[in-house]
């Protein structure tokens, strides 16, 4: 998809995007970031449909597209499996389908909510699940997140952070938190004052996208029994952090983090997270602990 000469001025006068032109390729993580009121969440609902811009074109927009917007309606008042219910009859999908899709990766993402309270009394990062759910169970050509790891405990980041590695359509993302970053691929871009930092623009300051000299990432993947002749013949040297059947966790120096998962997944495993290690975090997790990887099947 390819946004072009995008310019957005809202009715009250302000003008939110100022000729924007952005390609959003599929396989490559697409990451906005930007000062509050940069007009990130303008360009995310222009990229979604959810909005029109006053001037410019949207090209080759998927058909079916997932969309988190950066705020829920106040008042929800249905409960969450009847709203996702509510959202797949809207889309004209088979609400059957989303719903088996949706239990998945409410499982995934560690839902705890209250099925029969509404919307709206749920916790922040219960609303916050949902609504990822919402996005990701229509199985969407793009998907388009706005704040997507916003109020979600650890656990659940990282899960997300695994689906979102995993995916091989488009994505859009604003992420304050720098989680994106992570994602294997991903292209980072700068919003300022509703314009994207381009080298051909001298008042934009672009995201280094090169991580720090000697910045690593921590790797934690799935795979299908022992990791350990994986790890000792078939993938890049890493240092190992831990190992147990079904799982292990790697350090790999950042430039090297991309090749490394790409030569895992072609090996069958599958990402559980990737996170930059914080300066003075050191190896602390041999052995591994006992998890559903202890399963010889590659955990999902
Ligand atoms: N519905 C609206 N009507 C009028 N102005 C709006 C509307 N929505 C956003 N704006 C204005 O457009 C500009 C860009 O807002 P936007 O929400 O896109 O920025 P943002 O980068 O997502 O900000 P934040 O990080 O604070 O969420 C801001 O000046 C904001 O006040």
Redesign the pocket.
Known sequence: MRLVGIHHT???G?A?LRGVDLDVDAGVPTVVR??????????LRIAAGAETPTAGTVEDRPAVVGYLP?RFPARLRLPPRRWLDHMARVRRLDPDVVADRADGLLEELGYTGDDDEPMSELSKGNTQKIGLVQALACEPGLLVLDEPWSGLDDDAADALTALLASRTGAVLI?DHTGTAHGLPGARVHR?RQGRLATAADPESVPLPTAPPPGAMMRIDMACAGDPRPLLERVLPPARVEGAAPGRFTVRVPAPDSDAWLAAALAAGCAVRSVRPVRPGQDSNRLPMPPGPGRSEEVPR
Not at 34 to 43: D, R, Y
């Open positions: 809202y009715a009250s302000t939110a930007g000062g509050n009121g940069a007009g990130k969440s303008t360009l950066d604003t919003l």
